[in-house]
């Protein structure tokens, strides 16, 4: 079963930026869509952002033009690049994996923002 570890969380100002990374494991990350998703308290989870297999990407409205997926094929990971973050941010972010077979869960990383 694939296993995907996301890191990169933290405790950053107002206006500050993070980089997650989120590793996954198996053969086919390449054909998969990879997401990144948020669940900040008392709140239902949210799609942030997703890229498919040819690096086409999507995005929730709230972070157009301040966040940035990517991924790299060789290293099997996907990124979120969070710039001109807001209070409003603060979640568990997640990485799922999904294709024709399966999809899959990281175990979440923890983004606060604050002054």
């Known amino acids: 079963q694939v296993q995907l570890v996301e890191s990169g969380g933290g405790l950053v100002q107002p206006g500050g930026s993070l980089r997650l990374s989120c590793a996954a494991s198996g053969s086919i990350f390449s054909i998969s869509t990879m997401g990144w998703y948020r669940q900040a308290p008392g709140k239902q989870r949210e799609l942030v952002a997703t890229?498919?297999?040819?690096?086409?990407?999507n995005y929730v409205d709230s972070v157009k033009g301040r966040f940035t997926i990517s991924r790299d094929n060789a290293k099997s990971t996907v990124y979120l690049q969070m710039n001109s973050l807001k209070p409003e941010d603060t979640a568990v972010y997640y990485c799922k994996q999904s294709n024709h077979l399966w999809s899959s869960w990281g175990q979440g990383t923890q983004v606060t923002v604050s002054s």
């Open positions: 890229i498919n297999s040819g690096g086409g990407t």
